[in-house]
């Protein structure tokens, strides 16, 4: 079986909610609803997208006792429970599951946020530029302590089906999304929790903190729904909520970066997983950024990666979509470059054809009105959908792409004698050096992939940069190192396991004299900087007593990366991803002292 093929089905079951009976609610809501919600002649009648800002709960009253019972007559309970899940994209219940309460490790104090000053891990690259790499002085973990490196403490989330979600650390405390829409927050040095918020959908962004002019702290973050929150670092308490796009498939994956004042949340989708006609038409998403004042969240401009808005294409054979363009999707969080003024942004491939040529590439936007300052194409023509080629489905492009598109964050890196390099690491396994100072002229590109058949991609989700080397891992197994200077190989150290490969998706994180690494095993990894040596390693995938009660087992580290601050290292375990990954509901710490 194709890894392509259990994508798809993959799809599917995340899809179908896990309803009983083969019932399918993506398939049931088109055919049965559709008719009325969405529909212009019926406009009291929501539409999916409208349905989607509910509740699964408030869902599920509607089609059970309330205005909609005797439409959803003929479903049986469990089926209406999974069309309620389907449409508000949140399971039953996870309200009362989730928060602090049952948890027997409740922080007796508020967190203090009067000091922002020493760095901790603030947002995904801990750097403007998204550099992921820490200095020992101020990540409080040198190469020497990691002999010494133990767990201190493990939080276990109630309700969880995986952990994806990054940690950021700012004053002693760690701030972190789940998949049940929860957003924690939690002692840095002991676990204690001080706060849960429930967004209306998953979280997986790392989130960014500061304190606005009025001297108040706040944590930004966005979820799965394509909402923007701003919440009191202090008490979690909701400042300001701003949905960024109403598509339907829209996604916000990455974290936003935040510069004087303002945030730039980038917009991604699952549209490219969308069913065939006639229970979708595909497709209608562009990926974007949107600028939003931080202390309102007001919107003050958004950048499409397609210009052009979609349109129903004359001619609906099957070899054409009924609409289009569609694509570039931003799934990695942006860097940004003071020196320049300007936002970097990696895109997606292109659901429709002729693929735009701002699919597959480095984009740079000014910072103030969002205006594209350039963009390089590093691979044209990828229209690539879950399940094509297929004789069966229009919305298939006639000719599919590789789906080779970009899902981890660029990295804007210094390189010897005042030079710098704008790093995209791309699913095909090629690293691509942009000139960010010439309009993104290529610098150097090296090709490091192991495995072309895996259409996963060789690097998903993010690499990290010191002074001499870029670090990705791979899906294939294992962590490869490149130089900055020239893009020549550095070293590549395979990992496996009992001669299995085991695939390193997830962001890597460097300090001096260490590369840290998460794989799909559940072990977390430090890889000599010099030689890709292993040098210490830890297994999460197993049963850990928890610091709040809550029942905790590792599993699968994934698309989070690991993260140093305060002289501990913070670990997200149980990353379920495609179809490799392994669920858990943890997040550990473990400090050399």
């Known amino acids: ?59 599920y009253a509607a089609i059970t006792t309330g205005s909609m019972s005797g439409q959803a007559a003929g479903l049986s309970d469990a089926n209406k429970s999974a069309l309620a899940e389907y449409l508000a994209e949140r399971r039953l219940g996870i309200a009362a599951v989730g928060d602090l309460k049952g948890m027997t490790n409740v922080c007796a104090s508020k967190p203090l946020f009067d000091n922002l ?27 020497s302590d990691l002999p010494n490196l133990k767990l201190k403490w493990a939080f276990g989330f109630p309700g969880v089906t995986q952990v994806w979600g990054q940690s950021s650390v700012v004053s002693d405390t760690v701030f972190i999304g789940v998949d049940t829409g929860y957003v924690y927050a939690i002692n840095a040095k002991t676990g204690c929790a001080h706060w849960s ?16 002019p009025n001297k108040r702290a706040v944590a930004w973050f966005g979820d799965l729904k394509a909402n923007a929150y701003a919440v009191d670092a202090a008490t979690g308490v909701l400042i300001w909520k701003t949905n960024l796009d109403s598509h339907v498939r829209a996604r916000i994956t990455a974290a936003p970066a935040y510069f004087e004042g303002r945030l730039y949340f980038p917009l991604s989708s699952t549209e490219e997983v969308s069913p065939p006609p006639p229970l979708y038409e595909c497709c209608t998403f562009r990926g974007s950024v949107a600028a939003l004042d931080a202390e309102s969240g007001r919107k003050i401009w958004q950048t499409y990666t397609i210009a052009e808005t979609p349109h129903r294409a004359s001619n609906n054979d099957k070899s054409l979509q009924p609409w289009g363009p569609a694509g570039g999707a931003v ?60 004789p069966d489905n229009a919305n298939c492009p006639k000719h599919v792409g590789p789906d080779f598109d970009f899902g981890a964050a660029p990295i804007l890196a210094n390189l010897p ?47 990290a940069a010191d002074s001499t080397n870029v670090y990705y891992g791979l899906t294939s197994g294992g962590v490869v190192a490149v130089r900055l200077t020239d893009g020549k190989k550095a070293w590549l150290t395979p990992i496996s396991i009992a001669g299995k490969p085991t695939g390193m998706p997830g962001a890597v994180t460097v300090i001096p004299g260490a590369v840290f690494s998460g794989g799909l095993d559940g ?34 580290i994934g698309a989070a990366g690991p993260v140093i601050a305060g002289g501990m290292l913070y670990v997200s375990s149980g990353y379920v991803g495609v179809v490799d990954g392994t669920p858990g509901n943890l997040l550990l710490a473990f400090s050399p002292k």
Request: proline share 7%; glycine share 10%; hydrophobic share 40%.
């Open 523 to 556: 072990m977390i990894r430090a890889l000599s900087p010099e030689d890709g040596s292993v040098i210490w390693e830890y297994d999460t995938a197993r049963e850990t007593p928890t610091v709040n009660g809550i029942s905790g087992k590792g599993g699968s």
């Open 1 to 59: 079986m194709t890894r392509r093929l259990l994508l798809a089905l993959f799809t599917a079951a995340l899809l179908s909610a896990q309803a009983p009976d083969s019932f399918m609610p993506w398939a049931y809501f088109p055919q049965n609803c559709a008719k009325c919600h969405g529909n212009p002649e019926t406009p009291r009648a929501p539409s999916q997208a409208s349905l989607r800002k509910l509740a699964p709960e408030a869902i």
């Open 117 to 143: 000053t020493r760095r901790g891990w603030n947002g995904y690259g801990l750097e403007p530029g998204n550099t992921r790499f820490q200095t020992s002085a101020a990540g409080g973990i040198a190469r």
């Open 197 to 212: 918020f429930l967004a209306d959908a998953g979280v997986r962004t790392a989130p960014r903190v500061d304190i606005l």
């Open 417 to 463: 004698g005042g030079k710098r390099a704008l790093l995209a690491g791309q699913k095909s396994g090629i690293i691509w050096a942009h000139d960010p100072d010439a309009k993104g002229a290529l610098l150097w590109k090296t090709d490091i992939s192991r495995s072309k058949a895996d259409p996963r991609g060789e690097i998903v989700w993010g690499g």
């Open 331 to 390: 799934w990695g969080s942006p860097a940004i470059d003071s020196k320049k003024r300007a936002l970097y942004m990696a895109t997606g491939d292109a659901y429709t054809e002729p693929a735009p040529d701002t699919t597959d590439a480095v984009m740079a936007l000014d910072l103030k009105t969002g205006n594209v300052l350039w963009s390089v194409q590093d691979l044209p023509n990828d229209a690539w959908l879950v399940g094509c080629p297929s």
